[in-house]
Each structure stands twice: as C-alpha cells, then as structure tokens.
C-alpha cells in the first residue's frame, strides 16, 4: 500500500551521540500495521531535484496508535539516506509504502519473551503492548553498549510498562556486564532446574495428589538484533524447547519482493533448504527454520 504520512514529530532521542530519532507518522497505515511489521520511505533531499537516493529506507514500526491513526518509528543516523530523513520537518508529507512483511505471532497464554540487541529493540515495543493488552506475562532482556545508549533508545518507556527487566551493557555501565544471551541463559538453566525439582516431588506424591504437576508457564520467546545474537539465542532456546521467533535484517531494494536481494536461506519441515524473502516473508521467521552459517 502506497500511501502519504504526515509528520507530527520528529526528534532526537537522548543523547546526541547516539543519533537516535523517533519520527511520528499521521495516517492510515496505522489501522492495519501488525507488530514486527516495518514500512518503506522515499527520502529526497527537496533541496536538490533528483531521484537520488533512488531506494527506499525500511525502517521497523516501533509503535502503532490506530486511535490517533499514527505510528511511531525510531532510526539511528547510519547513511545518507537516514541523514536526508533526519531534516524531514513536521508538516511535512513522506511517501510511505506499508505496512510490509509478516510480523511477530503472540501466544494465547503463558510468557512472552522479548529478546534485544542494540537497535533491535525498537520493533519489540509494539509487541509487548499487544502481548500485554492481551493478558500476557512479558519479560525484557535487551543489551547494549552502554547505559547511555539504553537511556536514549528509550529505556523509560519500557520501565513504565511495569514488566521485570533483565539489562546488560558492554561497559557495566548499566546492568550486568556483558552479553544479554548471559541473563537468558541463566534464567533459563534455573527454570529448567525447578520444573525438575517439581516434577520429582510430584513423582513422590503421585498416590495421593494423582499425578497433579504445579509447573511453570509455558514460555515463547522473540529476538531481534544483531545475527550472532539472534543466532545464539536461537541455539539456547531450542536446548530448552523454547518456541522462538526472529526478526531478520537484510539490505533491501525494492521492499516488495521483486528484486531478490533479501533473500535468505531457510529449512522447510523436510529439511531441504529453500530460499525466501525477508521483505515479503519475513522479517520474522521461527529462529529453528534459519539457515545462520549459510557456508555450510
């Protein structure tokens, strides 16, 4: 769908440095737009007539308010085109092509895992709204480099939500030191171990509670981030048969699926390998189905 969004606002997040913006959108993508999906933006610099950049940008949804038809996205300053949208005024009309792709699936009952790396949390937000506006227990893992790049790739907001929060950073400068694949493995290996302490008292007790169990709920996970972090946690969650989703990042041309430059290799239920595109089959995808180490 090939529409216009108006902007009503566009401004830095946090600390300069980190050249983040968060860039609000008015229009009518916002009533169909799905968490995990993203859309495509024409960036032109007006001061020049040209179709130079030719491509469009994709950029996650990071929030979708249908009430005030708007949605929300957040994009660091990486490239020329980024840089060309980062002078975009509000008033102003973008022409957006969305929503695109197919997003995150939430679970009908149990716990929902968010997974991040750096930027990829911006994607992960409108999916904790949805998971919890549907009665489900969220949790967060998100990493990144420092306390200062959490601060201003919106750590409030996520802290408003009200779920446990699990932090890393490279530094230790907020959180525990390290990789965010720590926390999850930790938590992890220590629900597992419950569930077996449960299941062996329950076994005690068979003869007079009748096989009753007292387990934990069922947990699903989602990831978006860098590729070996993606990877990784896939591999964790599949040690501990934990159904997880990724949202997979790829250069794109077109956006729309004709160009076959996002493509990227997958396993059907048989186990041969097949060949599908992010922007049109994606992003999200079960992590189990990724192909991470195509060179084997």
């Not at 440095?17 to 859309?39: E, H, N, S, Y």
């Not at 002078?87 to 009309?93: T, V, W």
């Amino acid at each position: 769908m090939l529409t216009e969004g108006h902007v009503v606002v566009h401004e830095r997040l946090g600390d300069e440095d980190q050249r983040l913006r968060r860039l609000v959108l008015k229009g009518p993508i916002a009533q169909t737009a799905k968490p995990g999906q993203f859309v495509a933006i024409q960036v032109q610099d007006s001061s020049v007539p040209s179709f130079d950049p030719l491509l469009r940008r994709p950029l996650s949804i990071a929030g979708i308010s249908s009430e005030r038809d708007e949605i929300t996205l957040l994009y660091r300053i990486q490239g020329r085109g980024t840089e060309i949208l980062s002078r975009a005024k509000c008033g102003e009309k973008l022409s957006i092509m969305g929503p695109l792709g197919q997003g995150f699936s939430l679970p009908e009952e149990g716990e929902l895992w968010l997974i991040a790396g750096g930027i990829g949390i911006f994607p992960l937000y409108p999916l904790a709204q949805s998971a919890l506006a549907q009665g489900l227990a969220v949790r967060l893992f998100w990493g990144g480099e420092t306390k200062s790049f959490l601060e201003s790739a919106g750590l409030s907001s996520w802290q408003a939500l009200g779920i446990p929060l699990h932090l890393n950073t490279l530094d230790g400068s907020l959180g525990q030191k390290g990789l965010v694949t720590r926390q999850v493995k930790e938590l992890l290996a220590q629900l597992s171990e419950d569930k077996n302490h449960e299941r062996q008292e329950g076994t005690l007790k068979e003869d007079r509670l009748a096989g009753d169990r007292a387990g934990s709920p069922s947990i699903r996970a989602a990831a978006c981030g860098p590729k070996k972090m993606m990877q990784a946690v896939t591999d964790l969650c599949l040690d501990y048969k934990v159904p997880v989703e990724v949202s997979l990042e790829e250069r794109m041309g077109c956006a729309v699926g004709a160009c076959l430059g996002c493509a990227v290799t997958l396993t059907d239920g048989a186990g041969a390998m097949i060949h599908k595109k992010v922007c049109q089959d994606g992003p999200v995808f079960r992590g189990e189905e990724v192909v991470w180490d195509e060179s084997c």
